[in-house]
Structures are given as structure tokens and as C-alpha cells.
């Protein structure tokens, strides 16, 4: 009306302006109060004989719901709901109580996410107080103070009807000096699953309870029989002690009927523990581990609780499948990692635990899937793998949560966990508020998925954070031990679920890589971890085939490249570098240990020599298989043998060194570049080679004809001997005959005539003295005499002080050597 007298193009009067505003306030004012309910903090209400309203963000009150008891109650229970209350704002609360609220039944499982995220008060949809006897009362709330309350109602009086997810609110209501009604102050919701009678169809529900921790163990043991192993810290011991992480996940799952998801390394560490072991240090020695005892006494627990139980073992040390399909695949050897992590791994479940477990599962970091995920896992042998609803999502529209059982193609069944069952523990649950909250939204969803289909039986598969903490731990068996008391669930095994026939209408279609989350790629391992992994495990092949105990260094070395790839390092990618640089720098330290000792060069001044090369071997085990090669630069000048190389075998004991001796030849003068190398006999060259240079000082021909002419004068100082010999004796017979006539009685005539005849003779000392004639002028017969008085001059005269001495010294009679010793 107002509106209407007011003429086009003119202004309005004041009174019909006040009019026109007021009306507006007035008419807008239960769409803003409706609005204020829908926002976080309740606020004041202007009546203060109207239901309390949300207060404003300094007075709220925060409402912890620290106990649900029972959390799955039936009937005739008395339900009581205990926690603390704490006001958040500057100003006193008084006249204040805490109340209780239900709501209306929820119909789905988003409706049950809806009011377990909203915060705000809203009439009509939280319910109305309960009130009476049910409430406890405080005369003040001091700020900053937590102050507790503990509720207990018949469930009668909850007046939960029909089966269902009921959402519970506990309210705190109260007043302020600057608002001296009472208004409600703070709430907090929480659900109670209502399903008294048993179910006709109950929901399968199969819950992994994972054994698996971060890596312990380096590739480093000790050099003595029994090779004790060195942890890379003593936190093994902490999480084992009672009251630590893996303490509390064995004492919470005994009991319980789940399926043990467990990592063989964790068997293998804490197996190592329980005998003699060592704790490096940062500067790298070493310390005796003293925990055995803790050990022994965790593994024997888990063996006895195992018994009769599924067990599901993943390959050894966990690999990240996921970082192995988008980084490493392209890498060459890298899959071969994964079928060796899944063939020890069911060896080391039956060594420690004594039963046999099921290796036909893959289980990618939190269900995430594509394609390549599926074809890394598959490649292993792996039938089966572990996805999450949330990566494998439904897109065919079903109003209902379908089996966990998926065919997607190639014989492979996905088991797709539920995400929100198996999210419902990720944050703190050190804070009991947090855990009863967590508990109670758990077991609400799961008889909302039953409720969903009432006539369908379904196989739901919870797969949790692979390391809850000791809080989480006690939340999760909280959750299942409710869940398993309820009348809606019942536990199957984790091969039953996979086994279990899958939902016609279920989606089965992987999701597309770029679908993967980009938080999770960013902690995969890059193509460069699984590089340098490569790297090693080329030492190590090379390494293994010199050793006589080949086992001793390919087990430990093995196991270390395997968890090198583990999931456990996601988010630690510098403690993951510095792992993988440890086994890569040990291995070389060990290679390292088989060596060629260093040479000097050396002097060949003969034709032939030999080298003598050695071997250093500082293992405690023996090698072979090797051979050393010692290769000439210049084999014109000098040869190896016949050649410019030559090869011999090498076997040497562990903490021993052998020497080889090589046969070398000259042709030629200078030095001579030589190279020793070790090779495997496969040809590979094995550590670093060693170089020297020899300096060949050669036989020239000048020498040579030196040397021939010192032989030659040798021969003829020899011959002139024996010749000065001879002619010697001539004359001694000679002389005898001389004598021989003089005692016969010949007259001074006939020895007038010996020596007429003894100096006639001809100066060529070839003349002879046929006959001698006596004073009767007759001839006396003496013999032949030739020879026996020549060598009067030249070779055959005395010798005379002037003559020269010979210019060749004596010589030894024994043959010279084939050649000359040259040593470093």
C-alpha cells in the first residue's frame, strides 16, 4: 500500500521509508534466524523464553564426547555418555546443563557424513532435549576450564523406535552476564546404531589388521660365522616394548577375528633381534643391541596368536607398487626386485611364524589403482589387489554399497575396501573425544550399508592405514569389537571376500593415471632411487660370482635392495637416498676388499724376465673365479708371454694374498706402459686396474759381438794351454833320454854328438833324430823324438817376463739363467 502511493519519479516520505524498512526487517527476520542456525557457532536468541539458539563465536562452549557406553546398545541397556565441557569464551557461564538430544533416524550413509561434519545447532533436525532427570547441572563455567559430566539414560527413554542410525547431541546450555537468558552454548553429535534384533541378512565384513613397520635393518653383518646384523637404530626395540606401537597392534588384535596383513621384513628384523646384534651410530660404529629379550617375547606371542588364523603376506619389505609402476618399470631390472620380494616372502612367514600364508595379494599405498598399479602388481604373480572405493568409484548410480569382489580383466580380482570404514581412524585418536567419535561414525556406517539392501548379503572389506599408532590401534579394536558384538555383521576372511561372488552392476573399470592423486605421486620414489638400486645390484651380481660363499653377501645385500623400494619411505625421501647410498657404499667397501696391490715401476735389463704380480683378498671368505690379466702397451717392444696379454686364474683365501708371476720378453729398448686388471671369468673387469711402466734395457748386436769375441778369446787361451802342455812333456822326455845315455856310460863324444844333433835341428822344430852314433862310430836307436824339442820360439818358448797377461778373467763353468727376477 505504502509502495502504491507513492508517485513514479518521486521520493518517498520519511514515515513511509520507516514503514517499508521495518516491514523488510520484520518479514526477513525467520529467514536470518534460520540462516544463524545453519552456521557453525549457536547463537543467543532474542526471546528468552524461546528454545535456546546458537550462540556467538566468544561464548561458545566446546563439547568433548569422551565415552559412548554401550556403543551398540539393545534393549533393556542404560546408555551413558560421559565427557568434559570448556568455556571457550572471556565472560563466566552460569545456570549452565548439560543435556542430551536425538534426532530423527538418518536414511543414508551421506547423511550420516552430513551431520557428522556439521557443527551448528538446528531446531527440528538435532532434536529436542530429553531433559528431567538427565541433565547435569553446573553453577559456573571459569574460561579455560574443562569441567566433566557424565550422563546415563535408560534406552527406552531415547525413544530410538525403529531400527536405525540415530544421531545423539549433547548439548551445553547456559548463560552470561551480558546475556542473562539461557541460549545454547556448544554441541557436539555423535550416532547410536539402533538394530536390537539380529538381522536376517547380516553384511560380511572383513577387517585387515596390519603388521608392518618402517626398514630396521641395513645390509651390513658382522664378519664372523654367524654374520650379526646391525639395525640402523634401536627404534625396533621402542615399538616392541610393552605399551609401543607393535606391542599394542598384537595385544589389540588377539582376539579379534581379522586377517593379519604382514610384512616379512618386520618377521626377518625382529628375528634378527632376538640373538646378538648391533646398533650403528651416527658416526658409523657400532654398539651392542641389548633387547633380545623384548624380541623373543613379541615374536612368541605372534606365533601363538597366528595359529589357525589367515595370514596374508605382501612381498618382503613392502615394495611401493605404485612408485614402481609410474617411476621404476621403465628401469631396467626393476620388476625382477618385486617377483624376488614375493618368492622370499612367503619363505619368511613359514621360517619365523610356522604357518603358511597367502601371497596372492598386492596392496598399493591407500587402494590407489590404474592401470600400470594393476599390470606391477599382476607382474609378481599377485591375483588379486587391494583398491579403495575412493580410486575405484561407483559410476553406475547404485543406492547401495556393492560386494568388495571386482573382475577387472585378465583373471585379476580387485578387492575394493571401503574408503570411509577405512579412513575412520586416520586422525588423532589420542584424544578419547576424537575416538569415541570415530568409533561411533564406524559402526553407524556399517549398519547403514546393511540397511541398505537389507535382502542383498554383501562382502564390505576395511583396509586401514598400514601404520595406525598405539592410539589408533586402541580405536580400531574398540570399533571391531562392537562391530563384532552387533546383530548386523558378521567377520569373513580376506580370501573368502576376494573369493566371494562380485556385484553384476559394480563398477569395474580402472581409473585413467591421471586420476591418481597428486599428493600421493609427489611422495613416490623417483626414477632416479630405482636407478642407483640397478646400479647396486650390478656390484652385487658382479661381487657374488668371485665368492666361494656367495650367500653371505647375496642375502643380506638382496634383502636390502628390496627395501630400498619400501612404501614406508613415502614422505621421506632423504632418509630413502641416504639408505639406498649406505648399501651402495658397504657393497663397495667389500668389493673393494679384493684388490691388486699397488706396484712401482720396474727395471727389465736382461731378454726375458718375470713380473710378479699380487692379489690382496682382506674377506673373511675365499674367492675364485677370477683371473688377472697383465697387458703389455707396446708388445713390439715388450711381450706378456707371447703376446701383448696374458691370463691366469686367481683363487685366494679369505684374509690371504697370492703373487703371479708373468714371463715377459724384450725386442727393444724404453719403458713399457703395463696394466694388471682383474676379470670375473665372464669377462667383466673386477675393481681398479694397477699401472706401472717397465724399462727395457735391450741386448744390442755390438754387444752381441762384444760378448762373441770374449768366448772366442776364451776358446784360444784354452787351446794355447793345452799346447804349452804338450810341448812341456816333449821336453821332459827328452831330457830323460839324456840321462838315460848318460848312465849307460856314453864317452863326451857321443854327448858332443846329442849336442851337435840337439842344436842342428831346423829352426822350423819340424826336424826328428833318427839315431844317435856312439864313439865307435855305430848308430844307437833312440826313438822318434818329433815334436819333443819344438816350440823353441813363437807358442812354444818359455815364457819371458815382458809378455802380456791374458785380458780375460776367469769365468764360471755353470750355464747363465733363461732371465733376470724384477720385482717392485
Known amino acids: 500500500m505504502a509502495d502504491a502511493a507513492d508517485f513514479q519519479g518521486t521520493s518517498p516520505s520519511p514515515a513511509r521509508r520507516w514503514l517499508r524498512r ?9 529467514l536470518l534466524a534460520g540462516l544463524l542456525q545453519l552456521s557453525a557457532p549457536p547463537a543467543a536468541h532474542a526471546d528468552p523464553q524461546a528454545a535456546p539458539v546458537a550462540a556467538t563465536g566468544t561464548r561458545t562452549v566446546s563439547v568433548s564426547l569422551n565415552s559412548l557406553s554401550p556403543a551398540v546398545p539393545v534393549d533393556g541397556d542404560t546408555v551413558t555418555v560421559s565427557g568434559t565441557v570448556t568455556n571457550r569464551g572471556k565472560q563466566t557461564i552460569t545456570a549452565a546443563h548439560v543435556g542430551l538430544r536425538v534426532g530423527s533416524a538418518l536414511s543414508s550413509r551421506t547423511a550420516i557424513t552430513a551431520a557428522a561434519t556439521r557443527t551448528g545447532y538446528l531446531p527440528g533436525v538435532d532434536g529436542s532435549e530429553i531433559g528431567g532427570k538427565y541433565t547435569e547441572d553446573f553453577t559456573k563455567l571459569t574460561p579455560g576450564v574443562a569441567q566433566s559430566f557424565s550422563i546415563s539414560v535408560p534406552v527406552k527413554d531415547l525413544d530410538l523406535g525403529s531400527d ?24 557436539q553429535r555423535t550416532f547410536v546404531p539402533w538394530e536390537p534384533d539380529s538381522a536376517a541378512t547380516k553384511t560380511k565384513t572383513t577387517y585387515l589388521w596390519p603388521l608392518i613397520s618402517t626398514v630396521h635393518l641395513t645390509a651390513e653383518t658382522g664378519s664372523n660365522q654367524e654374520q650379526t646384523p646391525v639395525f640402523r637404530n634401536d627404534d625396533l626395540a621402542r615399538e616392541l616394548a610393552p605399551g609401543g606401537r607393535l606391542d599394542q597392534m598384537l595385544s589389540l588384535g588377539s582376539g579379534l577375528d581379522v586377517t593379519w596383513v604382514i610384512d616379512p621384513d618386520l618377521l626377518a628384523s625382529v628375528d634378527a633381534m632376538t640373538g646378538t646384534y648391533e646398533i650403528q651410530g651416527e658416526d658409523g660404529s657400532t654398539t651392542a643391541g641389548k633387547n633380545q629379550a623384548v624380541a623373543k617375547q613379541w615374536l612368541a606371542k605372534l606365533v601363538k596368536e597366528v595359529q589357525d588364523k589367515e595370514v596374508v603376506a605382501l612381498p618382503f619389505a613392502d615394495p611401493d607398487l605404485a612408485s614402481l609402476a609410474h617411476n621404476g618399470k621403465s628401469v631396467t631390472g626393476s620388476l625382477s626386485h618385486l617377483k624376488d620380494a614375493t618368492d622370499v616372502a612367503a619363505t619368511t612367514v613359514e621360517t619365523v611364524l610356522h604357518v603358511k600364508p597367502d601371497t596372492d595379494f598386492a596392496w598399493p599405498v591407500n587402494g590407489a589403482v590404474d592401470a600400470s598399479i594393476v599390470s606391477v602388481a599382476t607382474s609378481a604373480g599377485a591375483d588379486d589387489v587391494i583398491a579403495r572405493s575412493d580410486s575405484l568409484k561407483e559410476t553406475g548410480g547404485l543406492d547401495y554399497t556393492p560386494s568388495a569382489a571386482r573382475p577387472i580383466g585378465g583373471g585379476t580380482t580387485a578387492v575394493v575396501a571401503d574408503a570411509a570404514l577405512s579412513t575412520a581412524f586416520n586422525g588423532d ?19 547403514m550399508i546393511n540397511m541398505e539392501a537389507p535382502e542383498k548379503q554383501r562382502s564390505i572389506v576395511v583396509a586401514p592405514q598400514r601404520m595406525p599408532t598405539a592410539s589408533q590401534a586402541q580405536s580400531m579394536a574398540a570399533a571391531i569389537t562392537a562391530l563384532q558384538d552387533g546383530t548386523w555383521s558378521q567377520s569373513q576372511d580376506l580370501s573368502a571376500a576376494a573369493r566371494a561372488t562380485p556385484d553384476p552392476n559394480a563398477t569395474t573399470r580402472l581409473p585413467a593415471a591421471s586420476a591418481y592423486p597428486s599428493a600421493l605421486r609427489k611422495q613416490e620414489l623417483p626414477k632416479s632411487a630405482f636407478e642407483e638400486t640397478e646400479q647396486t645390484q650390478s656390484k652385487l651380481d658382479k661381487f657374488q660370482v668371485i665368492l666361494t660363499e656367495p650367500e653371505r653377501v647375496v642375502t643380506p645385500f638382496g634383502r636390502a635392495i628390496d627395501r630400498s623400494a619400501s612404501t614406508s619411505w613415502r614422505g621421506r625421501a632423504g632418509s630413502a637416498e641416504s639408505f639406498r647410498d649406505g648399501v651402495s657404499s658397504y657393497l663397495g667397501e667389500l668389493t673393494a676388499q679384493v684388490n691388486l696391490i699397488q706396484k712401482t715401476d720396474a727395471n727389465l735389463s736382461g731378454r726375458s724376465a718375470t713380473i710378479p704380480v699380487t692379489v690382496q683378498n682382506n674377506l673373511v671368505q675365499g674367492v675364485d673365479n677370477l683371473v688377472l690379466r697383465l697387458t703389455s702397451s707396446n708388445p713390439t717392444r715388450l711381450k706378456i708371454g707371447n703376446s701383448a696379454y696374458y691370463e691366469q686364474p686367481i683363487a685366494v683365501s679369505g684374509g690371504h694374498a697370492q703373487t703371479v708371476k708373468f714371463t715377459t720378453s724384450a725386442n727393444a729398448n724404453g719403458p713399457v706402459g703395463v696394466v694388471a686388471q682383474l676379470y670375473t671369468e665372464d669377462g667383466q673387469a673386477y675393481g681398479a686396474p694397477v699401472t706401472f711402466d717397465v724399462k727395457v734395457t735391450e741386448v744390442t748386436p755390438t754387444v752381441m759381438l762384444v760378448i762373441a769375441g770374449g768366448v772366442l778369446l776364451l776358446v784360444l787361451a784354452g787351446f794355447r794351454m793345452y799346447t804349452q802342455r804338450k810341448r812341456a812333456a816333449a821336453r821332459q822326455a827328452e831330457q830323460q833320454a839324456r840321462e838315460t845315455l848318460r848312465s849307460e856310460g856314453l864317452n863326451d863324444d857321443a854327448e858332443g854328438a846329442v849336442d851337435t844333433i840337439d842344436t842342428e835341428s831346423d829352426d822350423s822344430g819340424a826336424g826328428s833324430t833318427a839315431g844317435i852314433v856312439d864313439t865307435e862310430g855305430g848308430e844307437v836307436s833312440v826313438g822318434d823324438t818329433d815334436g819333443a824339442s819344438r816350440g823353441r820360439s813363437g807358442a812354444d818358448d818359455p815364457e819371458h817376463p815382458s809378455d802380456p797377461t791374458p785380458d780375460t778373467a776367469p769365468e764360471s763353468a755353470d750355464p747363465s739363467g733363461t732371465g733376470e727376477r724384477v720385482d717392485r
Open 22 to 30: 521495518t516491514g523488510t526487517l520484520l518479514a526477513g527476520a525467520p
Open 164 to 187: 536405525g542410525v540415530y544421531p545423539l547431541s549433547v548439548s551445553l546450555s547456559g548463560q552470561t552476564a551480558a546475556l542473562p537468558y539461557e541460549q545454547l552454548l556448544g554441541i
Open 429 to 447: 585418536m589420542a584424544q578419547a573425544g576424537e575416538s569415541t567419535l570415530a568409533v561411533q561414525e564406524f559402526l553407524a556406517q556399517s549398519l
